[in-house]
């Protein structure tokens, strides 16, 4: 089933509130709207039967067009996580050339923590940040946690899913580079927009595609003005969305509606890992009106534009501490 969350005016509000928006049930149709006072979060904390029957009940009301509404991202989620967990996507980024990825690097998922607040619908514009020179994009599917949980193993954890959606981790890649020199992760070069949608898809959905080794074997795509850029399978991850969950647990709490992002595929999933293949920017990095449209099987498609942002004042540097400071006494 896939439970959308949308709007009719076309506002534009591009926080994780969904102030004025509703849930619904998208079908053959369209979308099938659910009760007033229905939300989508709300569906997912009360677990996945109990949402597959309200699906149920909503698929039996009128529909509407799905061109006559605003998708907005499907939930408002607590948190959300983003791991690293393609091998062809870290080589590319770390610049090693045909070194492969950097040391270590198998050992253990890594992920950071993103903006809840800086997630986006569909179909919405993406302003450019300010400083920004190397706008990206990055093709994700992502996994939507159903239940509460703790210290999780990944046999457990696949009763902690709820289900699944596309996720573009917009990325400025000379924010990111400058910031991360500082070892620490990235800020200002990822918490200005995340794409989620166009529709959470339950899991139930998607069984038919795992293969014998429990990998989700979806044909992934991203495209920028209409022309292919990237092309992956989401079986070519390194670890498997439930060892993601059961990792970002390990002695931690998962609370039902986060949203964990198995990270950018490899072949073209992002620009950056192309750039760091041929030592060059190209494709050239994203500029106001281009289109990306990244499609995963069995979820669906988002497609956003980019947009001029807005111009903000040079940042002051840091003052040099040139001489020891103590306070003074009274």
């Known amino acids: 089933m896939r439970f959308a969350t949308y709007t009719h005016d076309g506002a534009a509000d591009h926080g994780a509130a969904n102030h004025g928006a509703r849930a619904g049930v998208v079908g053959d149709a369209g979308i099938h709207p659910l009760p007033d006072g229905v939300t989508v979060l709300g569906l997912v904390r009360q677990g996945l039967p109990a949402a597959l029957a309200a699906g149920e009940r909503a698929l039996a009301r009128p529909a509407m067009p799905l061109s006559t509404v605003r998708l907005r991202p499907p939930l408002e989620a607590p948190s959300v996580r983003d791991f690293t967990a393609f091998e062809e996507h870290s080589e590319g980024m770390s610049g090693r050339g045909d070194l492969g990825v950097p040391p270590g690097w198998h050992t253990a998922p890594r992920f950071y923590f993103s903006n809840p607040h800086a997630l986006i619908g569909a179909h919405d514009d993406v302003a450019v940040p300010p400083g920004c020179g190397l706008l990206d994009y990055e093709l994700e599917v992502a996994v939507v946690i159903g239940r509460d949980g703790e210290s999780l193993s990944p046999e457990q954890a696949r009763e902690h899913v709820f289900g699944y959606t596309v996720l573009n981790d917009w990325s400025a890649r000379d924010l990111q ?64 969305f439930e060892e993601l969950i059961s990792y970002a647990a390990r002695g931690a709490k998962v609370r039902a509606g986060d949203v964990i992002g198995g990270g950018t595929c490899g072949n073209g999933g992002c620009l ?59």
């Open 177 to 240: 580079r400058t910031e991360m020199t500082g070892l620490l992760g990235p800020a200002k070069g990822k918490d200005f927009a995340t794409t989620l949608g166009p529709w959470l898809v339950t899991a139930d959905e998607l069984e038919p595609y795992r293969d014998d080794e429990g990998f989700l074997a979806l044909d992934l795509r991203a495209s920028v003005n209409g022309v292919q850029t990237g092309q992956d399978l989401l079986s070519n991850m390194g670890w498997t």
């Open 272 to 330: 950056a890992e192309l750039w760091g293949r041929t030592g060059t920017t190209e494709p050239p990095p994203l500029r106001p009106g281009d289109v990306v449209e990244l499609a995963a099987e069995g979820i669906g498609t988002v497609r956003n534009r980019v947009v001029a942002g807005i111009e903000l004042p040079a940042l002051r540097e840091a003052r040099t501490r040139s001489v020891p400071r103590t306070r003074k006494r009274g």
